[in-house]
């Protein structure tokens, strides 16, 4: 919430002079989440859920 909070202060600039303070928290927040649940589930219905052999470890 935070970092959408962030985003939408910073989209007036995001297209003219400095992208970067809408572009982190926009990576961070795709990135993020992703990541987290590859780390915390490690069960092998998830990783054949995904098609890939070995997602979660």
């Known amino acids: 919430m935070l ?3 962030f985003m939408n202060a910073s989209i007036g600039r995001a297209f003219s002079s400095s ?3 809408f ?3 926009l990576l961070l927040n795709q990135i993020g989440p992703a990541t987290l ?3 915390v589930v490690r069960t092998a ?3 054949l859920t995904n ?3 070995g997602f979660g470890r």
């Open 19 to 21: 992208p970067w303070p």
């Open 37 to 39: 649940t590859a780390v």
């Open 51 to 53: 098609g890939r052999r």
């Open 3 to 5: 970092l959408g909070l």
């Open 23 to 25: 572009v982190v928290p």
């Open 45 to 47: 219905e998830f990783r």
